[in-house]
């Protein structure tokens, strides 16, 4: 990484900085796959592989060199009857990914759902970054998190004069760190969590009233108009405006009903019937009820009611026919839930 003091007034003014983006010297920050083969053989591992590599492999340095994370494979190999785990990320605290997060809320939680998911993300990336600067610039922050080895990068295009690069979580060990982010991401901030279990136990028992309040009850406590990543969301084009809401909201429901356990999956924006409903939780148990969640937004300013709000959801749930495409999937059982959203306000109906 850059000097901090590297500077024309430094006696430290001229190094020469090989980054993570970097030709220079690639292969000699971590092991190859090359070195990594040769070391499972001879300790008589090579069976265990592919498994090693989706742990701990999955940095690439320069444009295409891939490079394994050198002290989990150390760990790994020094005694491999301990199994795969997280070795590296053990040693170290890794709040600077939820300050990342933080500089804006809106983007780093949708940024962090698309990494989970493997899903693309494009960013433009610095070389030169200084510790002290991310704090005050989420696109300086996602370069720091590439250095510090909790991205990787590829694909690189020229756009407008800077490099865009694809971003992605470089393997499994590095992905529970994410994981327990986004699963920890209220609890850490409001010790909420007797909150939150209400609301996923109220919707489970398909008590979708009490789901209602409880989470109106939430949005009073955790949601501060400033969360939505623009401090004077106000002053911008009510389009944009929406736009803002609209993913905000769609966000931390999103984030919310991850919270859900094991026994189910959480889909976002997947198509189903004629469209793709915004939230989808299916059971791994098929005789379980499965859930369609849609949201309609509007800021304060506009004119549609909560109520108007809800009805767009709920028609837009049966012309679309969301509830047809769950069922094709061998789902019996289906509640379809729309909300309307406006400011701290929350209406929900049952279609």
């Given at each position: 990484m850059?000097?901090?003091?590297?500077?024309?007034?430094?006696?430290f003014?001229?190094?020469?900085?090989c980054t993570?983006?970097?030709e220079?010297?690639?292969?000699?920050?971590?092991?190859?796959e090359d070195e990594?083969?040769?070391?499972?053989?001879?300790?008589g591992?090579?069976?265990?592989?592919?498994?090693?590599?989706?742990w701990?492999?999955g940095?690439?340095f320069?444009?295409?060199t891939?490079?394994?994370?050198?002290?989990?494979?150390i760990?790994y190999?020094y005694?491999?009857?301990?199994?795969?785990?997280?070795?590296?990320?053990?040693?170290?605290?890794?709040?600077i990914?939820?300050e990342?997060?933080?500089?804006?809320?809106?983007?780093?939680?949708?940024?962090?759902?698309k990494?989970?998911?493997?899903?693309?993300v494009?960013k433009?990336l610095?070389?030169?970054?200084?510790y002290?600067?991310?704090k005050d610039?989420?696109?300086?922050?996602?370069?720091?998190l590439?250095?510090?080895?909790?991205?990787?990068?590829?694909?690189?295009e020229?756009e407008?004069?800077r490099?865009?690069?694809k971003?992605?979580?470089p393997n499994?060990e590095?992905k529970?760190?994410?994981?327990?982010?986004?699963l920890n991401?209220f609890?850490e901030?409001?010790?909420?969590?007797?909150?939150?279990?209400?609301i996923?136990?109220?919707?489970?028992?398909?008590?979708?009233?009490k789901f209602?309040r409880l989470?109106?009850?939430?949005?009073?406590?955790q949601?501060?108009y400033?969360?939505?990543?623009?401090?004077?969301i106000?002053e911008?084009?009510e389009?944009?405006?929406d736009?803002r809401?609209?993913?905000?909201?769609?966000?931390?429901?999103?984030g919310?009903l991850?919270?859900?356990?094991?026994?189910y999956t959480?889909e976002?924006?997947?198509?189903?019937?004629?469209?793709?409903?915004?939230?989808v939780?299916?059971?791994k148990?098929?005789?379980?009820?499965?859930?369609?969640?849609?949201f309609?937004w509007?800021?304060t300013?506009?004119t549609k009611?909560?109520?108007?709000?809800t009805n767009?959801?709920?028609?837009?749930?049966k012309g679309?026919?969301?509830?047809?495409g769950?069922?094709?999937?061998?789902?019996?059982?289906v509640?379809?839930?729309?909300a309307?959203?406006?400011?701290?306000?929350?209406?929900?109906?049952?279609?």
């Open positions: 850059k000097i901090a003091q590297e500077s024309i007034f430094s006696d003014n001229n190094p020469l900085v993570v983006l970097s220079d010297f690639t292969t000699s920050f971590g092991f190859t990594v083969e040769k070391m499972a053989e001879y300790l591992v090579s069976s265990n592989l592919e498994d090693i590599k989706k701990y492999n940095y690439i320069g444009l295409d891939v490079i394994y994370n050198p002290w989990s494979i760990k190999m005694n491999p009857k301990n199994g795969l785990k997280p070795y590296w990320i053990n040693t170290s605290d890794n709040r990914i939820k990342v997060m933080q500089l804006d809320k809106l983007e780093g939680k949708q940024v962090v759902e990494l989970i998911k493997g899903e693309e494009k433009v610095e070389e030169n970054v200084v002290q600067s991310i610039n989420p696109n300086v922050a996602w370069s720091f590439l250095h510090a080895g909790y991205l990787k990068a590829y694909g690189r020229k407008n004069n490099f865009e690069y971003i992605a979580i499994i590095v529970t760190i994410y994981e327990d982010m986004i991401f609890k901030d409001t010790n909420i969590s007797a909150d939150i279990e209400g996923i136990t109220s919707l489970l028992k398909c008590d979708i009233e209602e989470l109106k009850e939430l949005y009073l406590k949601v501060s400033n969360d939505v990543g623009a401090k004077n106000e911008l084009p389009v944009e405006q736009i809401y609209e993913n905000f909201h769609h966000g931390f429901m999103l919310l991850m919270l859900i356990g094991t026994g959480v976002s924006n997947k198509e189903y019937g004629l469209g793709r409903p915004d939230i939780i299916l059971p148990d098929k005789e379980k009820t499965a859930y369609i969640f849609e309609k509007e800021s300013k506009g009611t909560l109520e108007t709000l767009i959801a709920l028609n837009q749930i679309q026919k969301y509830k047809e769950v069922q094709a999937h061998g789902y019996k059982n509640v379809c839930i729309g309307g959203f406006k400011g701290k306000e929350i209406k929900m109906g049952v279609a």
